[in-house]
């Protein structure tokens, strides 16, 4: 389990950060997953890869942790400007309003936009970390952009 920790940890982290957006947050998060990882590795049939089997259970830890914790949802301007890996390549003006466009979708939309951008997450995982197919990860990923771009080009 240490080998599998080295391996996925930024992976699960990154996950969790795109759907937080809270680095201190997600790092705890990081933490109870592999833990209910150790707990329930039994469970792991091999029918998907570790990564994916690792985000589902972060999902669920995430899940867990917003119903107990339902404030929590509450995302303010500090919390919007965390650094990741993925993001540093946009500007930080465009990042915000990136983060602010994506926070003002509907699902599944938002969902599958953070889990490709900033989680990097592949569609195969997306879909399976949702329950879908590769091929409606990449459906919803693209309309999802469209909705994005439409909105970008109201404002202008």
Not at 16 to 45: C, P, V
Not at 98 to 103: A, D, E, P, S, V
Request: proline content about 1%; some cysteine.
């Amino acid at each position: 389990m240490e080998e599998i920790y080295r391996q996925y940890a930024q992976t699960v982290y990154r996950y969790l950060l795109s759907m937080t957006r809270d680095g201190d947050l997600a790092e705890e998060l990081t933490q109870e997953t592999f833990y209910q990882a150790i707990r329930s590795s039994e469970r792991f049939d091999g029918s998907c890869s570790v990564s994916t089997w690792l985000c589902a259970i972060a999902k669920n830890v995430l899940r867990t942790y917003r119903r107990k914790h339902p404030d929590a949802e509450d995302v303010d301007e500090q919390t919007l400007t965390v650094q990741s890996a993925e993001t540093e390549a946009v500007s930080e003006a465009g990042r915000l309003e990136l983060l602010k466009q994506l926070h003002a979708l509907r699902e599944p939309y938002r969902e599958v936009l953070y889990l490709r951008v900033f989680g990097s997450l592949s569609f195969r995982e997306i879909g399976e970390v949702q329950g879908k197919s590769e091929n409606w990860a990449r459906v919803t990923f693209y309309r999802g952009k469209e909705l994005l771009r439409k909105e970008g080009n109201d404002d202008g």
